[in-house]
């Protein structure tokens, strides 16, 4: 017993020396130990959203449905890489309320591609243009989805996208020859306008611009002599140096006029990514010429890498104010939260006014060869079923909450790993609305700094790995402040909540708009 009650003397000795020590050490400015790791020290991060501080106008967010898009030759090979045609009529009503309905992403903006079938392959097909064959689902994609989006009191601004000339266009005179026969310029404008009157007039769909490449800035995609249309792995392309965008935009300007299409405006083509649009030399042949600055409708390209330049849009835009710029497609990558951080990242650092993903729907296996871009909202399945992928609640954050109309609210987030995008009701009926994103391993302590919107709180919409697109709780203002927690690898939408007076009572009631 005493030897028990000695060993305890000594162990509770020892105890109290080190607490001793760790105390004095602590107290002197010595080093505390570290936090075990995966824990999140409890200072918080500071961070602003200024709704009153309006960056520039947003157009929307949008998507593209992709049909017709590697094969050489149609009759011999269809292709509906979106896999809206495996689907049944309910099912195909189920998707396209999922993307357009109400409580579905709520696109503003579509893409649509234009490809090289609607006119034959030889010159005596010229003039017989067929714009249903191999765009039939395509059509119906963006029809449905125009009607689902009035019904709901809002519109759809499309652009219409060239993925590749006719083959009897081109020098090589077979489907994805490399070069543009400079004297079939104005039968490739004729191409272009004839699918945009079909599509307006015929189908109803408001096509507000063209855009005359997809991804041809790079001449290395095909041989050196471009004898071959290269890899059957490849979508349709081909290669449009600046100088021929430049002479593209003077062609057809003047050609839509004449069409009594003065509203449609003519874009630059779309480059890979942002800094290849710039590297590559194109805003310096449209700044060098002043028709095709002049004619200029839209600026545009693909937001692939993540690589962001924002210099040639700001250079365009110096002189062109009135100019927008939009990313018509970029990757969803691995459909987590580094995907909608990229989509910021574009924002605020590429400049742009709309941002529209990659194929928005597809049919896995679809593509020929290994597919660069798998990641997608929703997957059609060769049963006739589908899935919703991790990606459609990751995009339903954003596409929901920045409506056309709305601008671009400045902010301010300086820390790793955590990311922040505003979007101000700039006088539309959409309330203010911001996106916290916590792309790191760990949960993040924030304090978010509101300034400039008329909310009293902020409902939060959050989407975590496991967890998809759930109400996580009403946040107020206090002391200026929104405080959260933001889980490890999380998007969290806060959307605005509003007081008003009441026309018939004269009280005070909540106005919340989702």
């Known amino acids: 017993m005493n030897a028990v009650c000695c060993a305890l003397g000594e162990f509770v000795k020892r105890t109290l020396l080190t607490s001793f020590i760790v105390a004095i050490v602590t107290i002197s400015g010595g080093v505390c130990p570290a936090p075990i790791q995966g824990q999140e020290q409890a200072t918080q991060i500071s961070q602003r959203v200024d709704f009153g501080k309006r960056l520039r106008d947003w157009d929307g967010f949008g998507v593209t449905y992709v049909e017709t898009h590697q094969t050489r030759d149609f009759t011999k090979h269809e292709e509906d890489y979106g896999g809206l045609s495996l689907l049944s009529p309910e099912k195909r009503q189920e998707v396209l309320a999922l993307i357009f309905g109400g409580n579905g992403l709520k696109p503003s903006l579509i893409k649509m591609f234009l490809d090289p079938f609607h006119e034959g392959n030889t010159e005596a097909d010229k003039g017989k243009f067929d714009h249903i064959t191999t765009a039939r689902w395509m059509n119906y994609f963006a029809k449905e989805g125009l009607a689902l989006t009035r019904k709901r009191g809002d519109n ?3 652009i219409g ?23 079939r310029m ?4 004729e191409y272009m306008i004839s699918w945009v009157k079909y599509l307006r007039n015929s189908e109803g769909l408001p096509v507000k611009y063209i855009s005359p490449h997809n991804e041809g800035e790079s001449a290395t995609r095909w041989d050196p002599e471009g004898k071959t249309p ?4 490849s979508d349709h392309n081909m290669w449009w140096p600046p100088e021929q965008v430049v002479d593209f935009i003077k062609v057809v300007r003047p050609m839509l006029d004449k069409q009594a299409l003065g509203d449609v405006g003519v874009a630059c083509g779309e480059t890979s990514s942002w800094v290849h649009f710039n590297s590559y030399g194109y805003p310096k042949a449209i700044m060098g010429d002043a028709e095709a600055l002049h004619s200029l409708g839209l600026v545009t390209s693909h937001g692939f890498g993540q690589n962001y330049e924002s210099e040639g849009t700001d250079v365009i835009e110096k002189m062109r104010p009135d100019l927008h710029s939009w990313t018509t497609s970029s990757t969803w990558g691995k459909m987590d939260a580094e995907f909608v951080d990229n989509i910021r990242g574009q924002i605020y650092e590429d400049h742009i ?9 597809q049919r896995p296996g679809e593509w020929i060869g ?20 991790p990606g459609y609640y990751l995009y339903k954050q954003v596409s929901r909450v920045g409506q056309a109309g709305m601008a671009i609210a400045d902010v301010s987030s300086p820390t790793d790993g955590v990311g922040l995008m505003g979007f101000a009701a700039n006088g539309t ?23 400039g919107s008329a909310a009293h709180s902020f409902s939060a919409i959050r989407s975590i790995p ?9 946040f107020r203002i206090e002391s200026g402040a929104v405080d959260y927690v933001a889980p490890a690898q999380s998007v969290t939408t806060f959307v605005g909540r509003y007081a008003r007076l009441s026309h018939t009572t004269g009280g005070a009631h909540e106005a919340v708009h989702n």
């Not at 959409?430 to 924030?446: G, L, M, R, T, Y």
């Open 161 to 183: 996208t060239l993925y590749g000339p006719p083959a009897w266009m081109t020098k090589q005179r077979f489907v994805r020859g490399r070069d543009l026969d400079p004297a």
């Open 186 to 189: 104005p039968d490739l404008g």
């Open 156 to 158: 759809l601004t499309i």
């Open 230 to 233: 290269g890899s059957i792995t």
């Open 353 to 361: 006014n709309g941002y529209i993903p990659w194929a928005v729907i």
């Open 466 to 474: 496991g967890e998809m697109y759930s109400g996580a709780g009403e």
């Open 370 to 389: 290994n597919d660069p871009n798998p990641g997608t909202a929703i997957n059609v399945h060769e049963d006739g079923t589908y899935t919703l992928e």
């Open 429 to 451: 009926r959409n309330p203010d609305a911001f996106v916290v994103i916590n792309k790191s391993a760990v949960e993040k302590h924030i304090s978010i700094q509101v300034e």
